[in-house]
């Protein structure tokens, strides 16, 4: 007995995706909740478990080709024995990237109802995901008002913020489950090395930075580096030729996005140059003493989004969106952080950031970055965002004029920082300076609500134990 398996519906209402990479082969034989095939839809890369138990007979899509929800993309032979349902929803649940409670299209051959592709399916036994770290208590107010994210049910002892490894796809097997921390794990992708090789000392069992890093230091095995299909880093082409790129998935759709919100919202931009000599030397005493931990990366950034966040709460209406005829005015901060990856910029968010110190503020950031980096960030952790900050400073840019964020009122660009003439004292001495420039939404606030926003940030990062007040 044959059974189609149709491209479902993986979220936001998109209504085709592409097919990047075939996770199995005719002839493999599949168990359930394994992946069959990664996909790319507009808004990122979403990893498609299977159905059912069977063996795959035909793939009915090549590598590289668009195509609509609903298309049959593979062939099972089987009878659908073991079909997705039970405890192993959930599993399957946690590694779909769409966020989305979507039916899948899993119809068999004789137009008879297929199963529940596992992860889009609504179960009456799910439970809640653990809310995140100091999110918990004000889940109420971090949650968009418009947007609802799905229950999924997490794995039994398996920490939220420690992902399991992996399984390799196409060969059926279970792969031993390594508890690690998404910055780890793309270390350890870089560095070739298998997790499973590493000795974890975690409270929680789960493999640490420095695990990894002792573990390479001794000459531990390593495996080969995963190879990618984007371009190094610096790679160029060569002189005198010429380049295609598709303009499709995550670049057309983020394109349609700035030219939807550039020619409906007047914007205006403000700019401030700001003295962080104190920002800078607080960065330095968190990194050298570890004060957040040894696993937190500090940056300057890390300070930017605690005092976006915080002067965001002394200036609320800067935090406002439309609703039909009405302004919705933010008291909570789920903060966009505009991201460049291999497939095109995105804008995950982070939910209640208002409420987060800085050891949760760092972790999320870290978490968010290496999910955006690897594509694999859910349509989910891309919507509901209040309002956004863009790093243009990391590419070495003092200032520009950031196009807002559809559906928010402002965006901050934050400039490098580099020595400066300053005066201080009267006396002009080197400092370090940087611009920030702030972009909004003149329908929803005025010349005085952005300038005492900016000047607020600034302030903050002038002297940042203002926050603490």
Known sequence: MSNLFNLPDVGEGLTEADIVSWKVAVGDAVTVNQILV???????????????????????????????????????????????????????????????????????????????????????????????????????????????????????????????????????????????????????????????DVTPTGA???????????????????????????????????????????????????????????????????????????????????????????????????????????????????????DGDDIVVKHYVNLGIAAATPRGLIVPNIKGAHAMGLRDLALELGELTATARAGKTAPADQAGGTITITNVGVFGVDAGTPIINPGEAAILAFGQVRKRPWVVDDEIVARDITTLAVSADHRLVDGEVISKFLADVGRALEDPALMLM
């Not at 947007?147 to 997490?154: I, K, S």
């Not at 303009?247 to 962080?276: N, R, W, Y």
């Open 38 to 196: 990664e996909i790319e839809t507009a808004k990122s890369l979403v990893e498609l478990p299977s159905p059912q138990a069977g063996t795959i007979s035909a793939l009915l899509v090549e590598e590289g080709q668009t195509v609509e929800v609903g298309t049959p993309i593979i062939e099972f032979d089987g009878d659908g024995s073991g079909a997705a349902g039970g405890s192993d929803a959930g599993a399957a649940g946690e590694r779909a990237e769409s966020g989305q409670a979507e039916k899948s299209s899993g119809d068999s051959a004789d137009g008879s109802a297929g199963p529940n592709l596992v992860g889009y399916g609504v179960r009456a036994d799910s439970s809640k995901r653990r809310p995140r770290k100091a999110q918990a208590a004000k889940a109420a107010q971090t949650e968009a008002p418009a947007r609802e994210v799905p229950e999924v049910q997490e794995e039994p002892g398996q920490p939220a913020d420690a992902a399991p490894q992996e399984q390799p796809g196409g060969t059926g097997a279970e792969r031993p489950k390594v508890l690690a921390k998404p910055p780890v794990r793309k270390l350890a992708k870089t560095k070739g090395v298998d997790l499973l």
């Open 204 to 322: 929680r069992g789960e493999v640490t930075r420095e695990d990894l890093l002792s573990h390479i230091e001794s000459g531990g095995s390593a495996a080969q580096p995963a190879t990618s299909s984007a371009p190094a880093a610096g790679q160029q082409a060569a002189t005198g030729t010429e380049e295609r790129i598709p303009f499709k998935g995550v670049t057309k759709f983020m394109a349609q996005a700035m030219v939807d919100s550039a020619f409906s919202a007047p914007h205006v931009t403000e700019f401030l140059d700001v003295d962080v000599t104190a920002m800078m030397e607080l960065v330095k005493r968190l990194k050298t003493k570890k004060q957040l931990g040894e696993d937190v990366r500090v940056s300057p950034l890390l300070i930017v989004a605690k005092a976006v966040c915080w002067a965001a709460l002394r200036n609320p209406r800067i935090n406002s969106c439309f």
